[in-house]
């Protein structure tokens, strides 16, 4: 084990990324600070992670970096409570029709999910599974130029018609990434979809966490932290990185002070993260210069609380409209909390008082989700800027590994390099990679 004691570590970003290195490090022994700019991690917060946090959230099967932490943070008997729901794809008949699940032994089970699956048209359907199956046989192989194609293109080529990739596969790639398959890279489509539809059948469960993200991640970990003596500084921003000699000597902060330790770990959004870095070694690292070419979108998220009540959690994936998905969840046993995601920027950049609320209403009676006559609660519109990485052709090559060019940084965050799309297993995935690559130096 690697010898601790007089090891400091200095992490910037309180979000899961930043708090997953910290709480594997300090358990390790680690004398561990961690700066957040926010004025304090939780419900309260309205930027980033934080203003989601205080809601019920979605944990996927094949998530195993978030299962693991969730049932490290929490003894068996206390892990929090969840239901598993079933995914449902808006048809352009307006019915909705659920992903079929099997409890076959892989892969036989998604060869008969994709049969049994009314959302694709029988013909195009059975083609698809027969394309599967030669993948599993050996008799037919991915394409390896699919980081270079769009995700539309590389679908029509396996003869998958526009109708079905607008129904199915377009609103899939939204709910699992943010993208668009006109824009995302084939390998980024395939990459999302492979483990939660081709692995184990547990891998595709998706269970909604009744508790918050809060409740049942930040709190948790924040309270291991603070009982080993972990310094968290809130309302304390890093302004910027300064170095000596190719290593990190100091963290500029906001107020004018600088903080030291023996290790650094900038677990920070993107956009966030580059104006700290000096200027040299922006034209001296090919690693920090890639960042420049990662892109991302800004993600709005409607809320509205319906006085009616909301027997079982709902998540509906649509098509042809600006909104990704809607997820119904019960916030009291009378009132029922929808949200709704869109990427559209007419949304992100209308004031905030224009939150189309008929067009949600609309839709969401067209869904059936809504009652007739339901009393609206209350309504509200966030906007989290560059919370979507475009995952364009070509964008693999540019999310970066954990470990820097510089010995004593490390990069944490859903956009590096982690082999998931940015969600949240990918920020635990990449906090525990900075931990591993700390505690093995
Ligand atoms: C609307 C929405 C809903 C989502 N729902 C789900 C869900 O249901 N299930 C799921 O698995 N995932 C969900 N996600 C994804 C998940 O929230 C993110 O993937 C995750 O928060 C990313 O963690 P992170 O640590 O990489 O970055 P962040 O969460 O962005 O954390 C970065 C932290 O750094 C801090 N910071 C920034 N600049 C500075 C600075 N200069 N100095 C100090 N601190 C700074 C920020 O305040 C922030 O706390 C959702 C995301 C969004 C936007």
New binding site residues.
Partial sequence: MTPTAAQSVLI?????????TAYRLSRLGYRVTI????PL?GDN?T???????S??????GC?RA?QALLHSLHPDTRQPPSSEIPLEFHLYDNSLVHYPRTNFPAPLHSWVNLLKFSGIPWNERWRLASWVEQLWEGDAALPADLEHRTADEWLASIRQTPQTCRVVWNPLARWLTGNDLSTMSADAFVTSVRPFFLKTPSDSRISVVQDS?NACFVQPITDALTQVGTTILFN????QLRYERERISGILL?DGSLLQADWYVA???LQ??TP?LPERWLTRYAYFQQLGELRSSD?T?FHLQAGQPCATPRLILLNDTAFHSV?ATATTPDRTHF?L?TTDDRFSQAPPDSTPDIAILDLLRSLRLLMPGSKILSTNR?T?PN??LSLKPGTKLHRPIQRSPIHNLLL?????DTGWP??????IV??NHCADAIALR
């Fill in positions: 910037i970003g309180g979000g899961p990324s930043g708090l997953t700066i957040e700019e926010s991690l917060v930027t980033g992670y934080h203003s989601h946090a809601r019920p959230f979605t944990i996927l998530h978030t993200l304390t921003e890093a302004v906001r677990a920070l959004p966030q993260f700290l993600c998220i997820f949200s995601l966030q989290i919370s979507i944490a965050g859903n956009w590096t940015p969600n949240l297993e990918s920020a990449s906090g």
